[in-house]
């Protein structure tokens, strides 16, 4: 079934200890579409300028990507400029031109209309909530943010977060959402402002998934127990090349997998995280989204029993 | 089979966000041994002042720690004073009163030669090569260190590390240690420096264990062969009430599972690491030694299952 993303494609410039990359395409909508068209279709809303040409959109569209809701405006598309250093947990951004994403208003092709899962990358939760709004019969919603929507739109965040089925954040997200320094207690704050299910990812020591007594539909027999934790590892890399992405494609391996699956259960929950983290570990592997431009479905499965095979006993 | 450990038996004044507890019994030494004593015989090689009472020591007899190697000299005990804040991963000391840890000379009684097992829990690297060389037939040596050794007593301490089977340290240790930001290469450093294998422990995240081609002998089919990393999650804790002794913890639960053993292989390292997880887990639930003085090894496989179930795809 086909997920909608909405999100940003731009153009990134990089730095890190492995080298430089000029004004290549980047992006949340791209990272995410890219990892979860491996899974399931996937259709893009978002604006590029006039410098984003064919070539730049052959990307998306080389992994069958509909990109007909990317809306090309006058103007230049967004460029972010950031640079890395030491454990690269954070980048340091170096400069950010919003250029034509300043007056992004997004416009939902008809053709999507009946997409099934929705994400809404991390964006205005203005617009997050607009797109939500367009789209009211979706099964499942999605959603990522990050600190700067968290700390100045604080209101505008909690419509959203009212909205969604799971929310994917960082440790740091997490706590500053509920102002809670203990991760479970923080878990429990952000699932009490309206996400039924929370992912919390922590860089290169993987990701916890949390849930609400709301998380699953009583359909699973579930209703009203709340699952456990699940923990779900990262694969230690002996070389991060570039970690740009790297948490929206997890997002796209994690709602990638969950689309493509006939039910929703914890188990599927779960084996979600996992693929998740499978994608964010290729994403770091090269510059941009070269890597994910050649991965194939067997390397991504293989990686998947790697993940298995260095966290479970047997 | 029994573990012998040397290291330090000594009095904690804590402050948590939780409380305050004035002078009660911790040490290294002190928490390993309760752990390890779940899985285990243990034998503790240590020195203690006037100020340390046979009530004190019963916390460690108890269990059925052997302690005659408890060396009670005039003076006082060691004494550390510690606080926490914020997200506790990390103890701000305040004070540090040697005592008559200052001229700790370890004593082997006659009663322990038979260990088979020795952990040479943190203390001056010279002492733990000591008692080392004091016992040249254990079967297995794993060791324990911290930044100060590392950084003001490197080539002791390298002394020491290639005399070890297992290394056990956190990411901060671990990257000191070997000038390597990037954990997998730090690992790799560690290794070169003489560890056969190596746990680094990640706090709330859990703990990686790296193997060196060296680290299971032939008998088990194994010579020349290098596991893969293995990856133990940590618990969730709502409340982590106080995490001194959660690393000795850890260290115990591994060791003393490892010793309890009748083989060696890949599989009881990786049960062993989540083990260590879960002592490390319970020692954070009360003050000091509080939850491992009234735990049960009853609890301890339930928290392994869970361990298991939050970690675990079916």
């Known amino acids: 079934m086909s997920i909608l993303v909405?999100?940003?494609?731009?153009?990134d410039t990089l730095t890190t200890p492995s080298g430089k990359r000029e004004k290549i395409v980047g992006g949340a909508a791209t990272y995410f579409s890219l990892a979860a068209s491996f899974f399931t279709g996937v259709r893009v809303i978002g604006v590029v300028g006039e410098d984003f040409?064919?070539?730049h959109e052959s990307i998306l569209t080389n992994r069958g990507v509909?990109?007909?809701g990317i809306e090309h405006a006058p103007g230049l598309t967004f460029h972010w400029t950031g640079s890395y250093s030491g454990s690269m947990n954070e980048a340091k951004t170096l400069g950010t031109d919003l250029n034509v994403f300043a007056t992004f208003s997004p416009k939902i092709p008809a053709a999507y209309q009946d997409s099934d899962f929705l994400f809404l990358a991390n964006i205005d939760p203005v617009l997050q909530l607009e797109v939500r709004k367009k789209m009211p019969n979706v099964k499942m919603v999605c959603g990522d943010t990050m600190n700067y929507w968290i700390a100045d739109h604080t209101d505008n965040l909690k419509a959203v977060l009212k909205e969604l089925d799971v929310l994917l954040i960082n440790d740091?997200?997490?706590r500053m959402l509920s102002n809670q320094s203990n991760i479970v207690k923080a878990a429990e704050g952000v699932l009490a402002l309206g996400p039924k299910s929370l992912v919390i990812k922590h860089g290169e020591?993987?990701?916890t998934s949390f849930f609400s007594n709301r998380a699953f539909p009583p359909v699973e027999g579930l209703a009203g127990i709340t699952p456990r934790p699940f923990r779900a590892p990262a694969l230690p890399l002996a070389e991060v090349v570039d970690p740009t992405g790297a948490g929206d494609s997890f997002a796209g391996g994690f709602y990638g997998y969950l689309a493509s699956q006939p039910v929703f259960s914890p188990e599927v929950f779960r084996t979600?995280?996992?693929y998740g983290g499978?994608?964010?570990?290729?994403?770091c592997e090269k510059f941009g989204t070269e890597r994910?431009?050649?991965l194939t479905r067997e390397e991504i499965d293989a990686r998947f029993e790697t993940f298995r095979e260095i966290s479970h006993l047997s």
């Open 205 to 207: 020591y993987g990701a």
């Open 172 to 174: 740091g997200e997490a």
């Open 6 to 11: 909405v999100g940003s494609v731009a153009f």
């Open 292 to 294: 994910l431009q050649t």
């Open 66 to 68: 509909d990109t007909q």
């Open 272 to 274: 979600a995280t996992f």
């Open 53 to 55: 040409t064919k070539e």
């Open 278 to 283: 499978v994608m964010g570990s290729f994403a």
